[in-house]
C-alpha cells in the first residue's frame, strides 16, 4: 500500500511488536494427565474466529480427550451467546472469565497448546508472542502476522534441528524481521512442536 502511494521503498522499515521475555521451561508434560489442553485468551469477537476451533472439536467424538478454556470478556455478546448455546453441556469447553495480565503467562504453562484462530489481520500478534514466551506451541490461523510468526518458529526449529549455532539461529531470526527473544530460555522454546488445528483433531481422533 505504502509503495503504491509512491513511497520509496528505502523508507519503509518493519518493526515488529515485541513480546514479554520468556519463563524457564514450563513443568507440564504433553498430555501428562492424559488430557489434550487448550487455551484460548482474548475477547469473544466473530472476527477471533473462536467458532472455528469449537466447529474442529464438536467434529470428533465427545469422548474425545481434550478440553478448551476461554479466558476474556464480551460473552454476553450475540455471537457469545451464540457459541454458548452450541457448547452447552459439553464438558470440553469452559468459560474461564477474564485473566489479570500478570496472570496470563504463568497460568498458559499449565496448558498443552494455544489457539488463535482469528480471522482478519492482527497486530504483533501479541497472543502469539505471549504464547512463545510461555514454551506453549500455538495452533493459528494462515493469515498475515499469526502465520508469519509460526513460519518463522518453524525455521528455527529446523535450524536447531540441523544443529546450527546459536548464532546462526539468532542471524536468521534478526533476517526475519524478527523480534523473538533468542536467549537460554528462547532457544528450548522455539524446539516446541508448531501443531495445527487439524492435528489436533489427528491426535484426538487417534485416542478413542
Known sequence: MLLKQGICSKKIHLIRTAGPPPLPSKKR???EDGILRLAYWGRCDPVKGLHLVIDAILSISAT???QLDFFGPY???DYGQKL???INGDSRFCIQGNLPKEKVLERLQTYDLAVV???W???GPLTVLEAFSAGLPVAGSNIGGIYELLVLNRKIQNAIAEG???REVENLAINENSMLTLNQYGVELVKEHLTTISEVVR???QSD
Do not use: A, F, G
Request: hydrophobic content about 25%; proline content about 12%; charged content about 15%.
Open 203 to 205: 491426535v484426538c481422533n
Open 29 to 31: 508434560l504433553p498430555m
Open 84 to 86: 454458548l448455546n452450541r
Open 117 to 119: 484462530p482469528s480471522t
Open 164 to 166: 546450527k549455532s546459536t
Open 64 to 66: 474425545s480427550p481434550i
Open 121 to 123: 489481520y492482527e497486530t
Open 75 to 77: 460473552w454476553e455478546s
